[in-house]
């Protein structure tokens, strides 16, 4: 290859690169407009290319509001909203007085101190408190006060993922006036056996006669009180799926209750019932598929009203001097050919 050639080919790649790059689009960079979200726009030549790169609704209640208790005594919710906790509180009250509220402990503490003063007190529809530890420390000045208290008539109160620790004689959730339409679920709820005197994990003491009614407690885990869950009065509640250890009755549900379902719960170690049915309004209640383990006190596994719909429960290493289902006939098996009966009891008991 002779210099001429070399040099003519050299010049012949220069000019092929110079044709890429020049025909190569040039944009320009336009700031970014205000509008309902956030573009970022590129022009090319005269024509306008938007490119998203995200569409950003800045509202300012979808922001979570941060909400830092240690300042006051009492810390009053009553705008609706979602809220986040920023740090541990000790001692006062967060009251929520409106609708409409979602408060994230956020894996903070709330502590209470004063006797009969709940750490949280809800009186208000559609609220959500979720993610955190609640503990408190005082004792009783009323029946069934508790740390956790919904009053007033609010529907739609979820209270989830929550731990409680209640070492004192305060009950540990408080429904009472005339909730409904609530939820209790996935919250681990711990008392003190040195200081049961009436305490309750959950409570739910809601007037049938005004809006009281379907209040749910499911997925807990309770340990340590004198009612693990007490149905004291109100309409269709309903317990299920929990596990109950070391209280000195697992779920009771008092004779003001009607269509209450008690179902799919594992009772461990109750002192004197596993579940109690006081009767009265019992024949529209429903206990079945309850798994209760070591009963240790001079009662029975399950007393109720005869007429109570029981059955398809397992009564396990009963330590009392009773009897395991101190009941008459709970239900009836019969033959669905013929209806003649082949048993008295649809549940088990195993020595």
């Not at 800045?58 to 919710?77: C, F, H, K, R, W």
């Not at 339409?181 to 056996?193: A, H, K, W, Y």
């Not at 005004?210 to 340990?223: A, F, R």
Request: with cysteine.
């Amino acid at each position: 290859m002779t210099l001429f050639e070399f040099e003519s080919g050299l010049f012949k790649r220069f000019l092929l690169i110079f044709a890429m790059f020049a025909a190569m689009p040039v944009y320009a960079a336009v700031d970014p407009q205000p509008t309902d979200g956030i573009r970022q726009i590129m022009v090319k030549s005269s024509d306008e290319i938007d490119v998203i790169m995200s569409q950003v609704n800045i509202i300012e209640g979808n922001m979570p509001t941060p909400l830092d208790p240690s300042q006051n005594i009492v810390t009053t919710i009553d705008q609706p909203g979602s809220y986040v906790l920023t740090g541990s509180k000790v001692g006062g009250t967060i009251e929520i007085i409106t609708s409409n509220v979602c408060l994230d402990l956020n894996g903070w503490t709330v502590e209470g101190t004063a006797d009969g003063t709940p750490i949280i007190s809800i009186d208000d529809s559609f609220v959500t408190v979720k993610n955190g530890l609640v503990r408190h420390g005082g004792a009783t000045t009323a029946a069934a006060d508790g740390a956790i208290e919904i009053v007033g008539n609010p529907r739609g109160v979820e209270l989830r993922d929550l731990s409680i620790v209640i070492t004192n004689t305060l009950t540990a959730i408080n429904f009472s006036t005339a909730a409904s339409e609530c939820l209790v679920t996935d919250c681990v709820i711990t008392g003190s056996p040195l200081f049961t005197m009436g305490t309750a994990g959950v409570r739910i003491n809601v007037d049938p006669l005004v809006t009281g009614s379907g209040i749910i407690v499911e997925n807990c885990q309770i340990e340590g009180f004198t009612y693990g869950v007490y149905l004291e009065q109100g309409n269709s509640l309903i317990v299920k799926d929990c596990f109950i250890t070391e209280s000195t009755t697992g779920i009771s549900i008092s004779s003001s209750c009607s269509g209450a379902v008690v179902s799919n719960n594992i009772i461990l170690r109750p002192e004197t019932f596993g579940i109690y049915d006081s009767g009265d309004l019992a024949a529209s209640n429903s206990v079945f598929n309850n798994i209760i383990v070591g009963c240790r006190g001079f009662e029975s596994t399950f007393a109720g009203d005869a007429d109570t719909a029981t059955y398809g429960n397992l009564a396990i290493n009963y330590l009392g001097s009773s009897s395991h289902y101190n009941v008459n006939v709970p239900l009836q098996v019969s033959d669905l050919t013929t209806g003649t009966s082949i048993g008295e009891y649809a549940n088990i008991a195993l020595s």
